[in-house]
């Protein structure tokens, strides 16, 4: 047991144990850092989502703060998470969480990996290099290469080493172990009165020093959210994962047997939404005010037509709101008429149609997909109304995909870049057609985004 390396030895079960016992005081938002929403969801919920899609992961325990276990009772719900066993209250340290979750697993020796709840950015690669090297080694830690120059400081706050960095590494999660060496490391520190440790492979390398520590590759993008600057950074990272959509190769979803409302569906990206549903099997309603007289900024005429739309259908999986106006004109110039138009069509409109749209979405547990602009980002000179509603749409978006979250409605806001439709040419006028992204494009990543997983997100489609 005491052995550094050994054959491959008969294969274990594989136990992941995420730690979830941290308060978050650095984050500063007055919950578990853990719980923080992310993308329509908490933190430890995008965490175990990771941890579960490895095929090779048998059980998943959750380590719990103690004080908040039961914000955790909606992922015991349903057959989401079928690998997920236990939520346990976790201990007053790193170290006391640790050896409860041992007690946990019983005498069983397996192969156990503890991962911080606030790492949710695991990649399947991690964890199967981490499993692989349990095989030979005892006790793995994953790391990354340190960017920055590393220095020890004395007492007296100045240098009094400058290490090699080219020797040092950046310790993450997963830290991995066979049960029963971590077993008898802490067995170990119990009878030292001066234990101290961070982590776990502190503790085996202080007090089974004959154990070699094996390290596998991390990531960057394995990043711990412990600052209030690491939710904008977790956030962003999110987009930037959805904005591989835009380049999927993959075919267009199966849309058979669904039912899709386009609000906006007559022309441009709407119509192309419809068309290209219709091509995959849906049954498509399409709601406009040039072909079904219906105007999105009316409660009465949308929930008509949502209505009418699950009267036929039965249901209603999926609602996309393409509609929208678009005027360019200083806004010291704009007349009231012009302002009060743009804020009902690009704004209110959406929140009246998400109002309308949850009692039939969260029958289906369907998606709504609104469509924002990138000028959403920053406020342009003569866009300034349209600019504004837009960045309404997309924190809309965020803020309905936490509050639908547990009923299982995705949100999220596709973001095109310039794209030849009937609304731009009459804005701006002919232009080039290379500079400018066809609609059938924007409506291949829209079919992509309300029938996938993502929720919370702007997903950006570029040329």
């Known amino acids: 047991m005491g052995s550094s390396e050994r054959p491959t030895r008969k294969r274990m079960r594989t136990v992941a144990v995420i730690l979830a016992g941290g308060v978050g005081v650095r984050v500063g938002l007055g919950i578990p850092k853990q719980l923080i929403k992310i993308a329509g969801k908490a933190i430890v919920e995008h965490t175990l989502e990771a941890m579960s899609r490895n095929a090779r992961v048998d059980e998943i325990i959750i380590m719990m703060n103690a004080d908040a276990i039961s914000e955790l009772d909606y992922l015991r719900e349903g057959d989401h998470f079928p690998k997920l066993t236990r939520i346990l209250p976790g201990g007053a340290t790193r170290n006391d969480t640790t050896q409860l979750a041992l007690a946990a697993l019983g005498d069983e020796d397996c192969k156990v990996l503890f991962h ?3 790492r949710p950015f695991i990649d399947s690669r991690i964890i199967d290099d981490c499993i692989d090297a349990l095989d030979t080694y005892d006790a793995v830690d994953t790391a990354i290469p340190s960017a920055d120059t590393i220095i020890r400081v004395g007492d007296d706050g100045c240098i009094t080493d400058i290490p090699n960095r080219s020797l040092l590494r950046r310790g993450q999660t997963p830290q991995a172990f066979t049960a029963s060496v971590i077993r008898r490391a802490y067995a170990l520190a119990q009878d030292d009165p001066d234990f101290r440790a961070t982590d776990d492979c502190g503790v085996v390398f202080k007090y089974l020093p004959q154990v070699k520590i094996f390290v596998v590759d991390g990531t960057a993008e394995n990043m711990k959210v412990t600052e209030p600057i690491d939710i904008h950074i977790a956030d962003k990272v999110f987009q ?21 409302v386009v609000f906006g569906g007559s022309y441009g990206i709407g119509k192309s939404v419809v068309e290209l549903c219709s091509d995959r099997g849906a049954r498509v309603f399409a709601y406009s005010r040039s072909t079904t007289q219906t105007d999105v900024t009316s409660r009465k005429q949308v929930r008509a037509a949502l209505r009418e739309a699950h009267h036929e259908a039965g249901s209603i999986d999926y609602i996309v709101v393409t509609a929208g106006v678009l005027t360019v004109s200083p806004l010291a110039d704009a007349a009231k008429k012009q302002i009060k138009q743009t804020i009902k069509t690009n704004l209110t409109a959406p929140a009246i149609i998400a109002q309308e749209s949850f009692e039939f979405l969260s029958e289906t547990h369907g998606s709504l997909t609104f469509f924002t602009s990138s000028s959403y980002t920053r406020g342009r000179a003569g866009y300034s109304l349209y600019s504004a509603t837009k960045a309404g749409v997309v924190n809309l978006t965020q803020a309905l995909a936490e509050e639908w979250g547990e009923s299982n409605v995705r949100v999220n806001c596709v973001n095109p870049q310039r794209t030849h439709t009937p609304m731009r040419t009459a804005a701006f006028g002919d232009e080039p057609a290379e500079t400018l992204l066809a609609a059938d494009t924007v409506a291949e990543v829209t079919a992509r985004v309300m029938a996938g997983p993502l929720t919370g997100q702007v997903i950006s489609v570029r040329l």
């Open 240 to 260: 930037l994962q959805s904005a591989t959509l835009s380049n999927d190769p993959a075919d267009v979803p199966d849309l058979m047997g669904k039912c899709v």
């Open 116 to 118: 911080d709840a606030v």
